[in-house]
């Protein structure tokens, strides 16, 4: 069966600290993605990397970045968390020009 | 750039049908996609529709796009308290190799008794 596992279903952080989402895929999917959801807005995307070591910004990667070392593995890094990064955080992977397959989402409360 | 525009909200009663609309703006989309997100979960694929095609039919659902409109629709027969969901629309562009969909703002589908 398809997985992708992020690695907190909820974070609290304080503002100022660096904060690490860490996404895993089951799949051996080329691309993967983080998106952020706030209601309202729908998702929006923040990076995405179609290889190893390789990746594009997306729609709002202000105060984001993102780290893939190995295939399986996509991590979103918050440099210095804000207050306006309080979000749902969705992570997807899929082979390519297919349906993106999603993790559970990490809820992350910046305080 | 893209842009996929979905009403916030929307409420019926168990048994009646949902007709739950959307419209995007790129007209060189491939794949348009239909995923429904359960309270607290990840987003899941329910059902998609290839650009050369006007409607797809899967059980409960129907899918119907209008691409001189572009507009596409998700019918649910039926409701069931279980449909109740935030369902997104998204388009998949006819570039690049990553599957980097635009998506909409997500309709909240209410179901009472």
């Known amino acids: 069966d398809v997985k992708v596992t992020q690695s907190s279903r909820y974070l609290v952080k304080r503002t100022g600290e660096k904060v690490f989402l860490e996404c895993v895929q089951d799949?051996?999917?080329?691309?993967m993605f983080w998106y952020r959801q706030d209601p309202g807005l729908g998702l929006r995307l923040i990076y995405f990397?179609?290889?190893?070591?390789?990746?594009e910004k997306g729609d709002i990667p202000e105060g984001y970045s993102v780290s893939r070392e190995k295939k399986e593995r996509f991590s979103l890094i918050l440099e210095s968390a804000s207050t306006n990064q309080t979000s749902m955080y969705l992570c997807?992977?899929?082979?390519?020009?297919?349906?993106?397959?999603f993790g559970p989402g990490t809820r992350l409360l910046v305080l | 750039g893209e842009d996929v525009e979905q009403s916030l909200f929307l409420s019926v009663r168990e048994g009646d049908s949902s007709v739950i609309n959307c419209t995007y703006t790129d007209s060189s989309s491939t794949y348009l996609y239909w995923y429904k997100q359960e309270p607290g979960a990840g987003l899941q694929l329910l059902t998609y529709i290839f650009s050369n095609m006007d409607m797809k039919q899967d059980q409960r659902l129907t899918v119907l796009l209008n691409k001189k409109d572009k507009h596409l629709s998700l019918r649910i027969a039926d409701t069931q308290t279980g449909d109740s969901a935030i369902y997104f629309c998204?388009?998949?562009?006819?570039?690049?190799?990553?599957?980097?969909?635009?998506f909409g703002t997500g309709t909240r589908l209410q179901v009472t008794l």
């Open positions: 990397s179609y290889d190893v070591k390789m990746k």
């Open positions: 998204a388009e998949s562009p006819n570039t690049g190799t990553a599957s980097k969909l635009t």
């Open positions: 799949m051996d999917h080329e691309n």
């Open positions: 997807a992977s899929s082979p390519p020009r297919a349906h993106l397959y």
